[in-house]
């Protein structure tokens, strides 16, 4: 058997093939140029099989969670301070950054990683927070009331808490790891703006409804060793060092280091704005994840 | 028979174009529509959902995990196996036809070529040549582990492909960048400089060129030795004394083809099966030959002695 295949024809074959290809896909629902926003099933394990709270990604929806965990829309909406919202289902978890942005004074972050904490608080299924990732007192109080929290589990988030106030923009309060107890503790906030260091405002407040969380102040950036929780069938648990780069910190500041400008670039992967920029609202204004550059320049340090 | 000659390489040029073209607009689609704005009849898909190294890459996390790894989607998993049977029928006809990175090398090595005229293309000695044909595949393992290990796209952090079809969304890293412009810039040197030496996708398509079915043969009965078929590759291999094209670095744009480079009809072919035997010194069935010794002429006229086929300098 002998055949050619000469150029007009294999022209044809190339664009008749991705054509054909493409349309066949289309054909069969194996055509996706967005995400399915399908999180990835855990493998090993008691939970083998559930969908994995870490597979939550910027790009989901609140929609997508409850679609892939069973969270209530209406409670992740209570529960990040967006019931005000007129789509909430539509709202992302990426968003949650921006719409958290006014915590200046707080080194923790209420983002993709808070709600990746969250669902695996809710529905029970162990997972590792960041060392810098926050919670908001609204979703404790979902969690609490929707009897979701175990002893050790609370213990575990309270260093994380940040109490957010009328529909969660504005941030009064940052949690630290003083140990505080559980039930109606003291709330000490700090109002936005107010220097990370050097002296809080302080003001003890009533502690907000329902399950109180403890929230103090210790004037200076949070600290904490690694806390940790068991639940028995694992926990959330958080575990972490000083945080470096703060919701205020420059880029100026980590030039300080003795880090380059190149260096700084290629973490951002595009020019590095004015030294004096605020690394926070620079990433908030480009639409990038402020805690994975932060992480990504913290590691630069020398 | 020149006519011929340009038809044929306008049709892979204008292949090559569209294609070029496509993914310009859709990335421009895919950055305008965050402005609420749409190119009509194109996709806007981001260049990784559409990108048939993201399937390759995703394989393992595919595989093991069962999801894709971030920015990558269901398309790249279908246009790779699209790419990959191609490959099995005509070889790696994607980077010679299809790649928009390859054409803009290409565009640009006819630049190269305009300044540097024979010099060009032969720059890089064939004892590092030789060597510097295995980064690809080093390349190729790099990206495979790591994206494996880390679930990332750590190729974006480095690939002149999105960095060519993103530069002005300042989504692209200085590294890439830097690749970018050290491709444009060495093709005015060397003729494909990524695809031979770096490019990953191109080290795994250029495996399939040891099973394709559908080869570049040449008919050593009708060749007149003239090495126009060598001259014409674009990747430097010696068409001249092989009967079958398995290189790995053959890409099938068909310039050494007879429907190209080759002066002789019907002896460098892309073809299945074997070329009629024919003797040495008589005339082929195709047309050029019909009448009289054309392959003789040919010879004759190319400078090449007919007896021990060696060319007369």
Known sequence: MKGYIKSPLLGALIVGLFAGGI???????????????????????????????????????????????????????????????????????????????????????????????????????????????????????????????????????????????????????????????????????????????????????????????????????????????????????????????????????????????????????????????????????????????????????? | MKGKKNVAARIRLSTQLAFLLLIVLISLNHNLSSYGIQIPLVGSASLHAICPFGGVVSVYQFVTLGSLVQKVHEASLVLMGIVFFLAILAGPAFCGWVCPLGTVEELMGKVGRRIFKKTYNAFVPPVWDKYLRYLRYGVLAWVVYTTAMTMQLVFVEVDPYYALFNFWTGEVSLTAMGILAATLIGSLFIERPFCKYLCPYGALLGLFNKVRVFTIQRNPATCINCKACDRACPMNITVSTADHVRDTQCITCLKCTSEVACPVSETVELMVGRFTAQPADAPSAGPDQSQGSGVEKMRAKSGVQTANREVVK
């Not at chain 1, 810098?132 to 589990?153: F, H, N, Q």
């Open chain 1, 23 to 302: 349309i066949l896909s289309q054909v069969l629902g194996w055509w996706a140029t967005e995400s399915r926003k399908v999180a990835r099933k855990i493998t090993t394990g008691q939970f083998a099989g559930k969908a994995d709270p870490a597979d939550i990604r910027g790009s989901y929806s609140l929609a997508d969670v409850e679609k892939n965990f069973g969270v209530p829309v209406k409670e992740l909406a209570k529960a990040f301070g967006l019931e005000q919202e007129k789509a909430p289902a539509s709202i992302r978890a990426k968003d949650l950054e921006g719409k958290f942005a006014g915590l200046s004074a707080s080194t923790l972050e209420i983002g993709t990683d808070s709600l990746r904490l969250f669902v695996a608080l809710y529905v029970g299924i162990p997972y590792k927070a960041k060392e810098s990732t926050g919670l908001p007192d609204t979703a404790y109080r979902v969690l609490k009331e929707a009897g979701k929290l175990k002893p050790e589990e609370e213990q575990a988030i309270l260093p994380m808490l940040v109490r957010v106030s009328g529909g969660g923009a504005a941030v009064t309060a940052l949690a630290n790891t003083s140990a505080p107890a559980v039930t109606t503790p003291p709330a000490v906030s700090v109002a936005p703006g107010t220097p990370s260091s050097g002296g809080a405002s302080t003001s003890s407040t009533a502690g907000g409804t329902g399950s109180n969380i403890a929230a103090g102040v210790s004037g200076s950036d949070s600290k904490s060793g690694t806390v940790a929780s068991g639940s028995g069938s694992g926990a959330a648990s958080v575990s972490g060092t000083e945080p470096l780069i703060k919701g205020k910190t420059t880029f100026k500041e980590v030039l300080a280091w003795g880090v380059t400008k190149a260096q700084i670039e290629k973490v951002l992967g595009r020019p590095m704005p004015p030294e004096g920029t605020v690394i926070k609202d620079w990433c908030t204004s480009q639409g990038l994840e402020f805690g994975t550059i932060r992480d990504a320049l913290q590691k630069l340090k020398p």
